[in-house]
């Protein structure tokens, strides 16, 4: 509808909905006819999906603040682009797990690089303590810390040689490991003078060699072993109170230790002579149900009986009455309307009763009312006659 303030104007069309009329939009923003595209043989159209190319890159990344593409000579090698991964093995990732071997090398290397850096760090740091806010000499004792965990384990005794490989210089380590495995084939001193001590005759000595290293490496495995079962027994209940409550309702216990040891006790019950035991009871157990069913039946069995004889003396008794039985219930029903009139005089009754208990209260009531109507009417009745007197006096006083 138009607007009212138009409504006196002439050419306005009051009946026609309004009309609102713009520009055209730019020729950018227009929409954009669909041209036929005619297929190509010799042009190959491969379907990207954002959603899959987002799902194969996401959380990667590509650094290049440290690359060097030229052509210069000098010491340093020439750096690329890198793309950091979250993989810490100093291998290939689609390769198999790194052996302790390897790991132990890693470890090593990225040690020794810790130090270099916490080293540099600590020659440029400055006297201004407040702009730093990590300062470099903790990270050397850590650092040192470290490498003395990492050199009691005596890892390069148990691995032998091949566990001392300097990674800076590999080319080295190659060259010092072969010289060591030539050296390994060569009878060394003492096996030559075990040789000549060694006893003659059909007698056999052996030699026995312990390593407290390999002990403490064992231990240490055990203890890891351990963490790794608190680990998975973490997980799988963790701080999860209804898990732990289903773990401690079976085995009516509020705490792990007790569980456990509640269900070792079950675990124990499976052993073979246990088994023996167990099944030694069950049988005697099943035996005495079975006797324990059959006197179940039997005591039964003796209930019904009782029950049933005494019905069958009940009716019994009732023999001699079934002859009579039909006359009784013909004279009650000949007797049946006298009954009902008997109770309505009995009904009758008990309501002239109670009428006639109310008639009596209403009557002493009455009488209580008359009594003092009278006394009133006495009272009043010797009073009007003094009254009298005094004015027969008053009258006689004035004549």
Not at 167 to 192: C, G, I, M, V, W
Not at 262 to 290: C, I, M, P
Not at 365 to 373: F, I, N, P, R
Request: net charge negative.
């Amino acid at each position: 509808m138009a607007d009212p303030k138009y409504a006196s104007l002439p050419g306005i069309d009051l009946n026609s909905p309004d009309l609102y009329e713009t520009n055209d939009l730019p020729e950018d923003d227009q929409a954009q006819v669909d041209q036929s595209d005619q297929g190509n043989e010799n042009v190959e159209k491969i379907n990207v999906s954002a959603t899959d190319a987002y799902k194969k890159f996401e959380g990667k990344t590509l650094e290049g603040g440290k690359v060097d593409f030229s052509d210069r000579v000098s010491g340093s090698r020439r750096i690329g682009y890198d793309a950091p991964q979250t993989e810490y093995e100093m291998q290939a990732v689609e390769r198999e797990p790194e052996t302790p071997q390897q790991k132990y090398q890693r470890l090593q290397h990225e040690i020794r690089e810790l130090q270099e850096e916490v080293s540099k760090a600590k020659e440029n740091v400055k006297a201004d303590a407040e702009t730093e806010k990590v300062s470099p000499v903790p990270l050397v004792k850590q650092a040192e810390y470290l490498q003395q965990q990492l050199t009691d384990l005596h890892l390069d005794k148990l691995l032998g040689d091949q566990a001392e490989v300097n990674l800076a210089d590999p080319q080295r380590a190659l060259h010092k490991r072969l010289l060591t495995e030539l050296d390994s084939y060569k009878p060394t001193e003492a096996q030559a003078k075990s040789e000549k001590d060694a006893p003659s005759g059909n007698q056999v000595t052996y030699q026995l060699y312990y390593r407290p290293e390999q002990a403490k490496f064992t231990s240490n495995a055990r203890a890891a072993n351990i963490e790794q079962r608190l680990e998975r027994m973490e997980a799988l209940i963790g701080n999860n109170p209804e898990k732990l409550s289903m773990l401690t309702a079976e085995t009516s216990n509020k705490s792990i230790v007790g569980a456990v040891g509640v269900l070792s006790s079950k675990v124990k019950l499976l052993d073979a002579t246990q088994l023996e035991q167990v099944e030694g009871r069950l049988h005697a157990l099943s035996q005495r149900l079975t006797k324990v069913v059959e006197n179940k039946e039997t005591a039964e069995e003796a209930d019904k009986t009782a029950k049933v004889s005494e019905l069958f003396e009940m009716v019994k008794k009732w023999d001699a009455v079934v002859d009579t039985l039909p006359h009784v219930v013909d004279r009650l029903t000949a007797l049946k309307e006298l009954h009902e009139q008997a109770l309505q005089f009995s009904q009758a009754l008990n309501h002239l009763d109670a009428a006639q208990q109310q008639v009596s209260s209403h009557m002493n009531a009455h009488s209580d009312m008359l009594k003092q109507v009278q006394t009133t009417l006495t009272e009043n009745l010797s009073t009007l006659k003094d009254n009298c007197a005094s004015i027969d006096d008053r009258v006689k006083a004035l004549k």
